[in-house]
Each structure stands twice: as structure tokens, then as C-alpha cells.
């Protein structure tokens, strides 16, 4: 019930292309979904989050998509870069709980 | 930079003995968060503290404790290592205690077991 989970577990994509990210959870409890970006030797970094309020969120050039009834959600990143080339997780959150549940990771790479 | 500072960057150590992780949070922020992330089991959360209190546990080892001191800064201690301890710890720091308010993480600590 507490899990979250991401796929794929690596991606290669062109520069300029749109790279997919999902995730998939059952705990109908989780009210807030985070992705986070993680370059090589980093901590994680907050990159968007989403409430289940609405259905979609954009900041620059990533966006997240929410289907509440489908419990699943998606990064799209758009016009891919190099060096948007790093590992992302998608998170989610059940406030009772107050602690975030991690999806496996992503490893994306832009190619040039 | 977050802001959010950890030590040692590195730490190599032998099957039994027991260590100490440290975290300072970025200035005025009140919870601190350990996370460990291992290659097999991804990010997995381990405990909360906010204002010296602890206030959320998640896959903590017995053998893993951790405390938040006054002055804000957090200590995550090891003991009776096992190799498969072996793995990035990572802090974290918000300035509220749910989980929604966003979490800086610092750099790491890379822990070998050996």
C-alpha cells in the first residue's frame, strides 16, 4: 500500500526529444507527489510537485500529468537537453504520515 | 548548494563497529530527515525529527538511531555495522514538519562496510 512505482529504470532519449517518466500508486491516502532530480555525486533536488486537485502542472520545461482514478503520474520533460541528463524520482506523500515514499528512479540520458 | 551540509563526505569502516553521521540544516529550518539509498532498495525514508522532537519513523534499523540537538543539527548514528549497511545517507531539512513543505537534501555520506 506504501509503495510507488516508477518506470522505466532507464531511458535514453535525443536531445529535443520528450522523455516519459511513470509512476504508478494504490495508497488512495496520498495527497502530494514530488519529482525530484539527482545529478551523479548530488542529493536530490525538488524539480515539481502536484496536489490531486488538478490534473496538471508545467514549470518550464517539465510537466507533470495526474489521472486521480487511475492512481498514476507522469513527467514529461520537454525539448530534452544534455544536461537534463541525471537519475529523477517521483515521490508521494500521505500527510498523516508525514514522510514521502519513493519511486525505484529513472536513469535518463540526453544524448547530444 | 542546498544550503544543508553533511559529514564526512566518506566513511569506510569494518562489520561491527559503529559510526556517526552528521547534518547541519540550512539556516532556519526546523525538521531534519534521514534517508539512506542503496542500489537495490532506492530511497527509502528512515526518520524525522523537527525542533528536537522526534516526529516520523520509517524503515529504521534498531540498530540505527538518530538525534536532533538544540542548535538544529542531527546526528544519525550506526552501530553493530553489517555489510549491508553499506550504502548514501543522505539528510534533509524543511522548515515545517510535513512532508509537503519542500526538503533540501544535503550532498551525502557514502558509508562502506567492509
Known amino acids: 500500500q506504501q509503495q510507488v512505482k516508477q518506470s522505466p529504470q532507464s531511458l535514453i532519449v535525443q536531445k529535443g526529444g520528450i522523455p516519459i517518466i511513470n509512476c504508478a500508486y494504490e495508497?488512495?491516502?496520498?495527497?502530494?507527489f514530488p519529482w525530484y532530480q539527482q545529478f551523479p555525486g548530488k542529493g536530490p533536488a525538488l524539480l515539481i510537485a502536484?496536489?490531486?486537485?488538478?490534473s496538471e502542472k508545467k514549470e518550464g520545461r517539465f510537466t507533470i500529468s495526474f489521472n486521480k482514478s487511475a492512481k498514476q503520474f507522469s513527467l514529461h520533460i520537454m525539448d530534452s537537453q544534455p544536461g537534463d541528463s541525471a537519475t529523477y524520482f517521483c515521490a508521494a506523500q500521505d500527510e498523516g504520515a508525514q514522510k514521502l515514499v519513493f519511486g525505484q528512479g529513472t536513469r535518463l540520458t540526453i544524448n547530444p | 548548494d542546498s544550503g544543508v551540509t553533511q559529514t564526512p563526505k566518506h566513511l569506510i569502516t569494518a562489520t561491527g563497529q559503529r559510526v556517526t553521521l552528521r547534518c547541519s540544516p540550512r539556516s532556519g529550518d526546523l525538521s531534519v530527515y534521514w534517508y539512506q539509498q542503496s542500489l537495490d532498495q532506492g530511497l527509502q525514508f528512515l526518520i524525522q525529527?523537527?525542533?528536537?522532537?522526534?516526529?516520523a519513523k520509517g524503515n529504521i534499523l534498531e540498530r540505527f538511531s538518530a538525534q536532533q540537538f538544540p542548535d538544529l543539527h542531527s546526528e544519525l548514528n550506526l552501530s553493530s555495522l553489517e555489510l549491508g549497511d553499506s550504502a548514501l545517507y543522505f539528510c534533509a531539512s524543511s522548515v515545517g514538519f510535513q512532508a509537503s513543505y519542500e526538503q533540501y537534501f544535503g550532498p551525502g555520506t557514502r558509508l562502506t562496510v567492509t
Open positions: 502536484i496536489r490531486p486537485d488538478v
Open positions: 525529527y523537527y525542533n528536537g522532537e522526534e516526529r
Open positions: 495508497n488512495t491516502a496520498f495527497d502530494y
